[in-house]
């Protein structure tokens, strides 16, 4: 039987030699052994390129200082929302395996070879031919991923305000009543005269000086507070629209032959061709 290399699923989806936009990539999930014990982290998978089913895991089981990946049959695999599950593998078991190295070139037989003992040591009491059914099988449980739009917000400076003051001027005209003194002078004839002794007309000159008083207009100027102005800030929400193009991964199912599903429906051959799910 002609081997077939097998290629890592980031590849065939960067080269776009397979449309794997419907599969679940377990890639970046953390990987747990026995007993739930953190063992390393999911980088990547091997799969078959012609028929896109995923092979192996590939696992960084290094530690803080040093990086090993290693390569575990899929069907070693228990694959939940929170992680990917080993139940049956040590930390020890995973770190014993070959290493994987990503510029050398796997078969699917290949890694039986080198990391099957390793693996069986969980499973002494299954044959060959059984383990290594169970190990290669595909998954039944695919997890099919759906984008949402998750918006986060963020304040930046959107302008300031400045407030001052300046001043302003205008002519303004106000009405003032001011008083002044004037000379009244009353005049009195005499009907009765009498006669001045020694009187000699011209002789003397008398003045009479009055000081007259007037008032006049002093203008002064006094600030008054005729307004208070209270500067503060508030919120205010307005709502805006933000339209994003979002996908989802849909499940493709094709069957050959007749197929009985769980809700009784029966699925045949030309049933592939219509997509159905």
Do not use: C
Request: aromatic share 6%; proline share 2%.
């Amino acid at each position: 039987m002609t081997q077939m290399n097998l290629m890592r699923l980031s590849d065939l989806s960067r080269d776009n030699m397979y449309d794997n936009s419907d599969v679940y990539n377990p890639s970046g999930n953390t990987a747990y052994g026995y007993n739930g014990e953190k063992i390393g982290t999911v980088r990547d998978a091997l799969v078959d390129p012609q028929s896109g089913r995923i092979r192996y895991l590939i696992l960084d089981v290094g530690g803080w200082f040093s990086s090993k990946e290693v390569v575990v049959p899929v069907g070693e695999a228990r694959f939940d929302d929170n992680g990917v599950y080993f139940d049956n593998l040590t930390k020890d078991q995973v770190r014993d395996l070959e290493e994987y190295r990503y510029d050398q070139t796997y078969t699917d037989t290949q890694f039986q070879q080198t990391n099957e003992r390793v693996l069986r040591a969980a499973h002494t009491d299954v044959d060959e031919t059984a383990y290594r059914e169970r190990a290669y099988r595909t998954p039944d449980r695919l997890q099919l991923l759906e984008e949402r739009l998750v918006v986060n917000k963020e304040r930046f400076k959107a302008g300031a305000v400045e407030i001052g003051k300046h001043v302003e001027t205008r002519q303004e005209q106000v009405n003032v009543g001011l008083q002044r003194e004037e000379v009244v002078i009353e005049r009195h004839p005499v009907t009765d005269a009498r006669p001045v002794e020694g009187a000699v007309l011209g002789a003397s000159s008398e003045t009479v000086r009055v000081d007259l008083e007037a008032e006049r207009a002093n203008v002064q100027k006094q600030a008054y507070v005729v307004e208070e102005v209270e500067i503060g800030k508030r919120t205010v929400t307005d709502t805006q629209t933000v339209t994003e193009t979002v996908g989802r991964e849909v499940l493709d199912v094709n069957k050959t032959g007749e197929v009985r599903l769980q809700d009784g429906d029966t699925m045949t051959d030309t049933d592939r061709n219509n997509g159905r799910r």
